[in-house]
């Protein structure tokens, strides 16, 4: 990870502050800027503030918050406007920018967001061979199980399907390369900017960027004729009918969810339907440990431990 790109994203005052701090960006995950308070620096086992020479915790001000979304949006905010209304943007590496702050309504649809209080930038990490390990787990002949992470917030799900993606997508060992269709609803798969994908998801790899996974699925399943279809976070009811559609036609699907285990998942409407279906073949159960992407465990459809 470049961290100059990283530095570029925030308002003089801070960028000054994190290219004097020690800061391993490998194992930075979020920095968060508050209106009038401290800025926090998310790292793999915890969380820090920022400092000043003094020591003192260094507190952000509007104007941080102003400059930042400034350099954030190329000085134009009208270009990111569809986004905004999503609450973050993808910028430039895969990251992305989440923002809160005092919501515009037109009718029951949100129109804008202004009086920014909050900016959360979360950094891209790819980590490339981490899916190795899962794969021999999640095979099934010369194709992969229908697979479903399953994991609390931050603990390496998406990380872990993004390598997925690339290994089936090139091929690994003896598994023959395949195509792969990807919606990336929040671009945090591909981190697409500027319609360049900033991840490595592999050779056969087709992407639709920012579509609603529901209608995504249903087009690539019409125009792309992949062989597995990946997406990150199901849980709508409207992803319902897409997931019957891929499983039907023959595709394999490979999906994340958050939960804290898989009988938690399965508490959910949603997934308890997918289950008496009998749909996913493989979960793969990951921890909150001391770092990300510890894999717990790995079950069949019948809740039979595959590893762990």
Not at 85 to 96: K, M, N, P, T
Not at 149 to 167: A, E, F, H, N, Q
């Amino acid at each position: 990870m470049k961290a100059e790109q990283v530095q570029n994203l925030f308002a003089g005052n801070i960028r000054r502050l994190l290219e004097k701090a020690d800061l391993d960006y490998e194992k930075l995950y979020e920095i968060r800027l508050r209106a009038g308070r401290p800025l926090f620096l998310t790292y793999d086992g915890g969380e820090c503030f920022l400092r000043r020479k003094n020591e003192e915790p260094y507190v952000v001000s509007r104007e941080d918050l102003k400059e930042t979304l400034q350099y954030v949006s190329g000085y134009s905010l009208y270009a990111y406007e569809e986004e905004l209304r999503q609450g973050f943007l993808s910028v430039q590496g895969g990251h992305r920018v989440g923002v809160t702050g005092k919501v515009i309504l037109d009718g029951d649809k949100i129109r804008g967001m202004k009086y920014i209080s909050c900016i959360n930038v979360r950094l891209a990490h790819q980590i490339k061979g981490c899916a190795q390990p899962v794969l021999p787990f999640i095979r099934q002949g010369n194709s992969v199980c229908h697979t479903l992470i399953v994991s609390p917030p931050r603990c390496g799900k998406t990380t872990l399907l993004r390598d997925m993606i690339r290994l089936v997508s090139n091929g690994y060992e003896d598994l023959p390369g395949q195509t792969v269709g990807v919606v990336d609803e929040r671009s945090e798969l591909a981190g697409c900017w500027q319609g360049i994908p900033q991840n490595d998801l592999g050779m056969r790899t087709d992407i639709l960027d920012g579509c609603p996974k529901a209608e995504g699925m249903q087009m690539l399943l019409r125009s792309m004729s992949p062989a597995v279809v990946a997406v990150d976070e199901l849980g709508r009811e409207e992803d319902y009918r897409a997931v019957e559609s891929v499983v039907r036609c023959g595709c394999k699907l490979l999906a994340t969810a958050h939960g804290s285990s898989v009988a938690d998942i399965l508490e959910q409407p949603f997934f308890q339907k997918l289950a008496r279906e009998r749909v996913f073949e493989r979960y793969v159960l990951l921890g909150k440990n001391e770092r990300a992407g510890i894999v717990e465990g790995i079950f069949d459809r019948d809740g039979k431990p595959c590893f762990g």
